[in-house]
């Protein structure tokens, strides 16, 4: 590979305008996160023009140096990325709680090791944070490619050194393409957090790169094909940005769509072009990795302020993106690299690993004094800990797919009430022992996070049936328990019916992410039918054994209640977070309609949470100044304990 290609570099400025106008959420660009794969596909092409440059070329086999290939992909990458985590580091210091900074000083030390991708596809969980609120989330990319570039040049060099062929590599590219392509479209329909993050259903994205320079001279076009070419490629990337969006299934075959137009516009190599040879695209892609950098932790900046969605607020965001990039462009990755490139291989490295501890060695002490308590006022403190204040035995308790026999007990050593559900029901589950009228009873818990009580429930996308497998474990164990024992059902059922209400999360909502029979492509009549007729069937079958009590919905406030109210009163405010009665009525009456059924035919006791988490028509997230809630819709401790009296009537 020879010169530098102005139209990869204009291609590279297209990627990051895409991106960062979806993540600022400019109208228009939600399917921007394809310029994530336009990168992947640019980087798969020079990785392989570097190394095939030199290993293909007769008589010049020793002039691939592995080790030159690393620090020179270090030299890129590491120092940019550096300047990012100090400044996020010192600002996290003085705005973030306790939790938030000692999850940023872990995302910190995953990201300079390249492995964020792994941590957050582990993160990837129900009572994970927001997306949004992750600083380094966008390092994933990152680490994608640097695992690629750890392995790709020693399999090239291995498989040149055994087989020296050129027909041979091309067909093992190909192969590697093929495999890492079906993996991506049969992972993402059973894992799409997977398929998403890891390397081998991402890796066909960059091999496609490399298929289109190792294939370069023999699908070289003429001119007037290569300008169709080019025009064909830059469409289909189009295409992508304003067809797909944040619920399409991705990578997956729908991925093929932005990769094809990328190999398109790398096959036509139109150096001349308007599209990607202006100066400000050509300004755009030498920049495109700091301003890459630099947008993400500014628009969740926006979502601190709660400023996300105000046009002046993302105007001034993206010139100080832009700014940002140009600085970090100009005076870090330039500069640091001509410096290192002065020293010898040995002092490079002996440099570059010193500089990562001078910023690993404060996270980790972050992390380890478990985000540093004390640097706010108390009373914010008090704020920004309830978020945290959940029930302690949340994770041990909640059933899962690993655990496939329920069972957690709370309290005394005879059974005194059954508790089924979701999350929703381990959030309360305390204030249920709490409720009972002997301390030598206790609660059962059998909870389950994200399924809802209905026989035969399933989930879109996920062929591992743990909801359906945990509801036939639980009604059979049920079965032989007292019939004299009750039982509380307790679901986030408004959730399964009508999508999250988060704001960040209102692309969920169109596709039913739940159904029994068949899935369904959005929320039709036979689809609210359906699921109604399951919460019936099933608590009727409960019904049958025992006296089953059902808490009606908790109210879902929208905003993480600690999260806002800590976060104001830093910047010297006072707010609080709730919604209107009529909100709640509205939200909720579907599930409710299907409730009223519950008790109508099979005598099912209905809880109402409204008269002790509601008042002067609004459902309010804090009491006396203190939230009551651990994020949007999860009661926290302090909350569950106002319906401990409301539990107290299943004992009398």
């Not at 600002?91 to 940023?104: A, C, E, I, K, N």
């Not at 050129?166 to 093992?172: A, K, N, P, S, T």
Request: hydrophobic share 45%.
């Amino acid at each position: 590979m020879n010169g530098f290609r102005t139209d990869i570099n204009g291609l590279r400025a297209w990627a990051v305008v895409a991106v960062v106008l979806f993540h600022f959420g400019v109208p228009g660009f939600d399917g921007g996160f394809i310029g994530v794969d336009v990168f992947f596909v640019i980087s798969g092409f020079l990785m392989t023009g570097i190394i095939l440059g030199k290993l293909l070329t007769p008589n010049r086999e020793s002039s691939f140096s592995l080790l030159g290939f690393y620090l020179a992909r270090a030299r890129r990458i590491i120092p940019a990325l550096m300047a990012l985590c100090i400044a996020l580091l010192i600002l996290g210091w003085y705005f973030l709680p306790t939790y938030d900074y000692r999850m940023l000083a872990t995302h910190v030390i995953t990201a300079l090791l390249f492995i964020s991708n792994i941590k957050f596809w582990r993160e990837a969980g129900y009572f994970d944070p927001a997306s949004h609120e992750k600083l380094l989330l966008h390092t994933w990319s990152l680490s994608v490619e640097w695992q690629f570039y750890l392995l790709f040049p020693i399999v090239l060099m291995v498989l040149w050194k055994l087989w020296p062929n050129r027909r041979f590599i091309g067909v093992l590219l190909l192969a590697g393409f093929v495999i890492s392509l079906g993996l991506s479209i049969a992972i993402t329909r059973v894992n799409p957090g997977a398929a998403f993050y890891l390397l081998p259903t991402r890796a066909w994205e960059m091999l496609a790169g490399s298929l289109v320079y190792f294939y370069a001279n023999q699908l070289r076009p003429a001119q007037g094909i290569a300008r169709t070419l080019e025009i064909f490629g830059f469409t289909l990337i189009l295409a992508s940005i304003l067809l797909f969006d944040g619920n399409t299934p991705w990578p997956g075959w729908q991925a093929m769509m932005p990769v094809l137009g990328t190999v398109m516009v790398l096959l036509a190599s139109r150096s001349n072009s308007f599209l990607t040879g202006t100066i400000i695209a050509q300004w755009l892609g030498k920049a495109s990795y700091s301003i890459y950098l630099w947008h993400w932790p500014l628009s969740v900046g926006l979502i601190y302020l709660e400023l996300h969605g105000d046009w002046f607020a993302t105007l001034m965001s993206l010139m100080l993106t832009l700014l940002l990039g140009w600085v970090s462009w100009r005076f870090v990755e330039q500069s640091i690299q001509r410096g290192l490139m002065s020293f010898r291989s040995s002092q490079q490295i002996i440099l570059t690993g010193l500089l990562v501890l001078l910023i690993a060695i404060p996270a980790l002490a972050v992390r380890i004094n478990d985000g540093v308590e004390g640097r706010f006022k108390q009373e914010i403190e008090a704020i920004f800990a309830e978020a945290q204040n959940a029930n302690p035995r949340r994770s041990e308790c909640i059933g899962s797919v690993s655990t496939p026999t329920p069972g957690c007990t709370y309290g005394g050593d005879s059974l005194g009430v059954i508790v089924i559900g979701d999350s929703h029901a381990q959030s309360v589950i305390r204030s249920v022992e709490n409720a009972l009228p002997s301390k030598e009873l206790h609660v059962l818990d059998w909870t389950i996070s994200s399924c809802p009580t209905i026989f035969g429930i399933k989930h879109t996308g996920r062929d591992d049936g743990s909801c359906e497998d945990f509801f036939k474990k639980v009604y059979a164990e049920s079965l032989q328990l007292d019939r004299e024992i009750p039982m509380l059902i307790v679901n986030r059922i408004s959730s399964y019916f009508e999508g999250p209400n988060e704001p960040d999360r209102a692309h969920e909502v169109p596709t039913p992410k739940r159904y029994i029979s068949n899935p369904y492509q959005y929320r039709s009549e036979s689809f609210y039918r359906e699921m109604q007729q399951g919460i019936i069937d099933t608590a009727c079958a409960f019904s049958e054994h025992r006296d089953v009590f059902m808490l009606r919905p908790i109210p879902e406030l929208k905003l993480n209640v600690p999260r806002v109210m800590g976060r104001a009163a830093l910047l010297g405010r006072e707010t609080r977070v709730w919604i209107s009665l009529e909100e709640y009525e509205q939200r909720h009456l579907v599930a409710w309609k299907a409730q009223d059924r519950a008790a109508e035919e099979c005598g099912i006791t209905m809880l109402d949470p409204r008269p002790y988490l509601c008042g002067d028509d609004r459902c309010w997230g804090d009491i006396n100044g203190i939230p009551v809630y651990t994020d949007d819709d999860h009661l926290s401790e302090r909350g569950g304990q106002l319906l401990t009296p409301l539990f107290r009537k299943m004992f009398e």
